[in-house]
């Protein structure tokens, strides 16, 4: 369980998170908001750990007088609405056609339809207003920030504080990226968003995003294939994929020929006698490859550029979503590689792939009596016979969506 613990006197605070994962430290002694304030809370120096337990479902409140954005929310499994006082009748009439949660503001405090106090409501303007903002001059047990016009470090500084406390804080957000900063902050992220926004397609993007998010640290199932056919061929325009994220032994990017299969190609994080380390990188296959990216999608290796999302999968099938930070696209020599699922005899069941024939190039074989002995297979030493992992998808894809009506690779 992180705890959350003070390590120098209420007149300079700093702050220690610790928990399950590695240490940040944060230094924002000295930052000013696009209006010039000058916003501290933080000391230089401050260390903060955070826990890489799985994360906690974030809630939605949507703050909106739209009958179109209710309609989507309300599809979309959010049913707490905020109201002013003055729309009690619009929270009504929406009551009668949606099963919704209306709570309506008074006074910087929100109730629910019986007058109980549901949450309160904190503008946040100055770093003294922040520093005000502690767990226990809360009395509701929700409590909604408005950040105004600066959120980055006034989130992080808002996590640490409520940090291994039961309130849960909410930021006001109009759209996706305010909801993402307040989501990811300090990598804990705010307990939720109230989303006020009169535009569905904002609801939308807020939805997709969460459902993305959600899928950190799942399980992905990854099936043993038998290596059948290992050939060397021409020369071919590979794709070097480096991320913003430091890959570990065993974790590597899905790449297939056919996007019904993709091999789990491993990164080059292992040490190497022809190469140092570069933990961030999969040196993924040629530019026609598909790549597993979140959603459910794939797309082609070379539209891939910085900024895009993919999934890194490790040997248990536990996936994880990654920025592409740099892609690298050069002439070397390729080889082929076929495998088979060991329950299947049909052909149009093996599975394809071309790489990069070089020694830091490889496979993740699957986990041997629950140990991880071999976390990589180097294509220069496969051989048949050879047991891989891959990610069976079944149907054939369209711009990267699986079409289950009838076969077409794009």
């Not at 909410?170 to 006020?196: H, N, P, R, T």
């Amino acid at each position: 369980m992180a705890t959350l613990s003070p390590s120098s006197p209420p007149s300079s605070p700093l702050i220690t998170i610790t928990g399950k994962s590695t240490t940040r430290r944060l230094i924002n002694c000295a930052v000013r908001s696009n209006c010039g304030k000058r916003i501290s809370r933080f000391r230089s120096g401050t260390v903060v750990t955070m826990s890489t337990e799985k994360k906690k479902k974030k809630e939605v409140w949507i703050w909106t007088e739209n009958k179109q954005v209710m309609t989507a929310a309300v599809e979309r499994g959010w049913t707490t609405f905020i109201f002013s006082s003055i729309h009690r009748q619009l929270a009504t009439d929406w009551s009668s056609i949606a099963l919704i949660n209306p709570i309506f503001i008074e006074d910087k405090s929100l109730f629910d339809n019986k007058a109980k106090l549901v949450a309160t409501i904190s503008e946040i303007s100055s770093p003294q207003e922040l520093e005000q903002l502690q767990p226990a001059y809360e009395h509701a047990d929700n409590i909604i920030v408005d950040l105004l016009d600066w959120q980055v470090i006034p989130a992080e500084n808002i996590v640490a504080a409520f940090h291994g406390t039961h309130k849960t804080v909410f930021a006001i957000s109009k759209g996706l990226s305010e909801s993402q900063i307040f989501l990811e902050a300090l990598e804990q992220g705010l307990g939720g968003v109230v989303l006020k926004t009169e535009d569905v397609e904002t609801v939308l993007e807020l939805k997709e995003y969460l459902d993305k998010r959600n899928k950190e640290g799942s399980l992905l199932d990854l099936t043993k294939a038998t290596i059948t056919r290992v050939q060397t061929t021409g020369m071919g325009d590979r794709v070097c994929v480096d991320l913003c994220s430091l890959m570990r032994p065993g974790e590597g990017l899905l790449v297939g020929s056919f996007a019904r299969g993709l091999f789990l190609v491993h990164s080059e994080c292992l040490e190497s006698n022809y190469i140092a380390s570069r933990p961030f990188r999969v040196n993924a296959g040629p530019v026609h490859a598909y790549v597993a990216v979140p959603g459910g999608k794939t797309c082609y290796l070379s539209e891939l550029k910085a900024g895009k999302e993919v999934l890194v999968v490790d040997q248990s099938g536990i996936q994880r979503t990654a920025v592409v930070g740099r892609v690298k696209i050069e002439t070397r020599p390729l080889i082929i590689v076929d495998a088979k699922v060991d329950s299947d005899s049909d052909k149009e069941n093996c599975y394809s792939i071309l790489l990069q024939n070089a020694e830091t190039v490889g496979f993740v074989p699957p986990i041997k009596g629950g140990g991880n002995e071999a976390t990589a297979i180097p294509v220069t030493s496969l051989k048949i016979g050879d047991q891989v992992l891959v990610r069976v998808q079944g149907g054939a894809r369209h711009t990267g969506i699986e079409i289950q009506e009838f076969i077409l690779e794009k």
